[in-house]
Each structure stands twice: as structure tokens, then as C-alpha cells.
Nanobody
Framework: QVHLQESGGGLVQAGGALRLSCAAS????????MGWFRQTPGKEREFVAA????????AYADLAKGRFTISRDNAKSTVYLQMDSLKAEDTAVYYC?????????????????WGQGTQVTVSS
């Protein structure tokens, strides 16, 4: 049974940083593209960043470019999202997702598995 567990969320001041982790179990991480998405109440879940399954260049939404970095440690079955220079508008629930042999898509519909999310709150 596949399980994705996010952690690392919390309350931070604007300009600060957080590192989110997503621990995966029940799958071999190296065979999966991993994505990060976020959602605020009343809005669609939106793409943040993704790491393709074969390695190579990660993909970032414009909102994340230059501030967020996705990385992965396949040996630890963990994916990370380093978030720097946080803004109040980054406040959201952040989700990780897995797409078997995926290219690292921004389309949430292609992801097979999702975590429960971790809350990030940025105070201004």
C-alpha cells in the first residue's frame, strides 16, 4: 500500500524559509515522478514543482521559480521542497504526489498517489 506523508509545515514570518519533506512508502521512489502542489480554501489545487522519475531538470511553476527548490533522495524514499523568501501568499496546504514513470508534470490529474498535506502559514 502506497503512503505519502508530508511534514515540515508550520508558521513562519515573511522572508523566512521552510523545508517540507515527503516520505514515501510502499513504492520505489526512483520509478516515480514526484510533485508538490498547494491549495487554499475555495481554490483549485495548484502546481508548485516536480521532479521527473529519470532525473533531469525539475519543473517549477512561476510562483516557485527562484525561491523554491525540489530535491529527492531515492535511497531515503523522501522528496523535499526547500522554500525560501516566503511570502504571505504562499500560505496554503502543501501536498506531495507520485506519478509512476512520469515526466514531472504540472497536471495534477496524472498523479496516482497523494499525501494528506501539511499546512504552511506565512505571516506578514
Amino acid at each position: 500500500q502506497v503512503h505519502l506523508q508530508e511534514s515540515g509545515g508550520g508558521l513562519v514570518q515573511a522572508g523566512g524559509a521552510l523545508r517540507l519533506s515527503c516520505a514515501a512508502s510502499g513504492l520505489t521512489l526512483s520509478f516515480y515522478a514526484m510533485g508538490w502542489f498547494r491549495q487554499t480554501p475555495g481554490k483549485e489545487r495548484e502546481f508548485v514543482a516536480a521532479s521527473p522519475w529519470r532525473g533531469g531538470n525539475a519543473a517549477y511553476a512561476d510562483l516557485a521559480k527562484g525561491r523554491f527548490t525540489i530535491s529527492r533522495d531515492n535511497a531515503k524514499s523522501t522528496v523535499y521542497l526547500q522554500m525560501d523568501s516566503l511570502k504571505a501568499e504562499d500560505t496554503a496546504v502543501y501536498y506531495c504526489a507520485a506519478d509512476q514513470r512520469g515526466p514531472g508534470s504540472s497536471d495534477k490529474a496524472v498523479y496516482d498517489y497523494w499525501g494528506q498535506g501539511t499546512q504552511v502559514t506565512v505571516s506578514s
